[in-house]
């Protein structure tokens, strides 16, 4: 029970900020085939009635594939389309209505009987103890609704295709791409309550059914109704991270300058994805690795090491690289396969899966030589007021490794260090964390000391500590609380100025999910601008 109490506080602000923001949720053809449809979907219904507006779009490429070759037809693919012909447009069109049918039923489900009667609810708002009181479902009141549907699934003609006619010599026959989305009509579904269900079959100006991608079906559908977040649920282990979006678009045109995609083995491939799968064999791996650049040293370890160990992404993260080019805040890749991936992603701080942001928040890298300058630049108002502790150009070199930075445009806009010490190996310290004055206000400081802490998580940090004079408050409404000296490390405790009179903040990490901020950089429980300079010794 103490267990369940803590999940739920620790989700409840998670919950609230997610509350009447709009996700789309890919589930391509290896997962819907796959015997997690019925739990992942079970999870949908859940973020739905936590107040998320909910879009599913499903594909059904090795269904697909499985009833062409009963039909003794053969698969044909080029690059990531299907070649549909009459015979596989028909298994998609039997498909799709099929899975459309199967997820309807699922999110039809209503609780059990014993979950009303225990909170009194089972005849319409009586407290009656037994299902005949009243008569069970007669009134119209909340509990004769408790029997009813218990998600209204919506499913139309929101997808709007063309042929995707000859490419390369190649025709793709009824093979279709998405021309436009039928905004008004989701978003009106979706103000009504309803759980959207788009399929990959779309239809044309000139009433043709086409076959369409379902990677460039959720993707466009993301980006023309402006979702908050695209969720790619991927067959196969996904590590827990994130990658800035213009770091995976650096190592997807070294990859592939052309754009396309290179996944042959699945129908609901990313199309004309950024990234893909590398078909240059060795050279492609050589290259892949040489354009990885030093700023992916500020993404945690397991995740760098996935993308600098991995040439053959998923093309999952292709398309989801496309959705946060255009409008989509967040993407996401999530392992099907794990237990309640799309709860833990949503409802806890560090998620389990893979996400693509192109906000300043994953923009956090570490410091090179080249950047001293800037950052002495930027430091240098503060050590003029008193507020920062001024450091030598030969200090500052040698502090280089803890040195993290957020540039935008080439200017850095805010820094820090985050130093550890070898006689308190479980602590570390923020020092002279700064956001540029004409940044300030924007939610960056919020984002930046987030990174921050996730970073010192990951390498092993139990705590985190800073000396401040001016921002006090700021970081305790961040979850920083007083201590003394005995709470610094030997090496520091010897280096306070005691004429600074400079106030000791400590933070214990495993408390990180008390205090989110949402994806604008704002407290769950109301904006915090950030103030004025330091931040530090």
């Known amino acids: 029970q103490s267990l369940t109490v803590e999940i739920f506080r620790q989700g409840a ?33 859940l973020v739905r009635n936590l107040g998320v507006r909910l879009v599913i779009v499903l594909g059904s490429s090795a269904l697909i594939d499985e009833k062409v070759r009963q039909q003794n037809r053969p698969v044909e693919y080029v690059g990531a389309h299907r070649v549909t012909d009459k015979v596989t447009l028909a298994a998609a069109m039997e498909t799709a209505g099929t899975l459309r049918a199967e997820v309807e039923a699922t999110l039809s489900a209503a609780p059990a009987a014993q979950v009303f009667r225990r909170h009194g609810r089972v005849d319409g708002g009586s407290r009656g103890e037994h299902p005949g009181e009243e008569g069970l479902g007669s009134s119209p009141g909340r509990g004769a609704d408790a029997f009813a549907a218990r998600l209204r699934v919506a499913s139309g003609n929101f ?22 989305v039928d905004v008004a009509g989701i978003t009106q579904q979706l103000d009504l309550g309803s759980v959207v269900l788009v399929t990959s079959i779309g239809h044309s100006a000139a009433g043709e059914t086409l076959n369409c991608n379902t990677y460039d079906t959720a993707t466009a559908i993301a980006q023309a109704i402006h979702a908050d977040k695209l969720v790619c649920m991927h067959d196969g282990p996904v590590d827990n991270g994130w990658i800035s979006l213009n770091a995976a678009l650096r190592r997807a045109n070294a990859m592939d300058g052309s754009h396309s995609s290179s996944d ?57 690289a496309r959705a946060v080019e255009g409008s989509v805040r967040r993407a996401h890749l999530l392992d099907s396969s794990v237990e309640g991936a799309l709860l833990l992603e949503l409802y806890t701080r560090d998620g389990i899966g893979l996400m693509v942001s192109a906000d300043a928040y994953q923009e956090m890298r570490e410091a090179t030589e080249a950047d001293l300058d800037g950052i002495a630049e930027l430091l240098q108002p503060l050590v003029d007021d008193g507020v920062v502790v001024e450091r030598s150009p030969e200090q500052m070199f040698q502090m280089l490794d803890t040195w993290r930075v957020v540039e935008r445009e ?29 940044y300030q206000g924007r939610g960056i400081g919020d984002r930046f000391l987030a990174r921050l802490e996730h970073e010192a998580r990951t390498r092993g940090f139990d ?19 007083t201590a003394g000296l005995d709470a610094l490390p030997t090496e520091k405790r010897a280096r306070v100025d005691a004429m600074r009179n400079s106030q000791i903040y400590l933070k214990t990490l495993e408390d990180l999910d008390e205090v989110p901020t949402n994806e604008d950089g704002e407290l769950i429980n109301g904006k915090v601008n950030l103030g004025q300079g330091d931040y530090g010794l």
């Open 13 to 45: 602000p998670y919950i609230e900020f997610h509350r009447d923001t709009t996700l789309v949720l890919l589930l391509p053809g290896s997962v819907t085939i796959g015997q997690r449809l019925q739990a992942l979907l079970a999870d949908a219904a």
């Open 159 to 180: 997808v709007r295709a063309k042929r995707r006619g000859v490419v390369n010599g190649v025709d793709f026959m009824r093979t279709g791409e998405v021309r436009s």
């Open 264 to 320: 042959e083995g699945d129908s609901d491939g990313p199309g004309t994805a950024v990234l893909s799968r590398s078909r240059g064999g060795k050279a492609g791996k050589a290259d892949g690795e040489k354009a990885l650049s030093k700023r992916h040293k500020a993404m945690p370890p397991r995740t760098r090491n996935f993308l600098e160990s991995t040439v053959e992404l998923s093309a999952e993260l292709g398309a989801l």
């Open 410 to 438: 080439g200017l850095i806009i805010a820094c820090a260090a985050l130093i550890e010490y070898p006689s308190r190996p479980g602590v570390g310290e923020v020092a002279a964390f700064t956001v540029r004055p004409s």
């Open 463 to 481: 705590s985190l500590f800073l000396l401040t004079t001016r921002t006090a408050d700021w970081f305790r409404v961040k979850g920083y609380s």
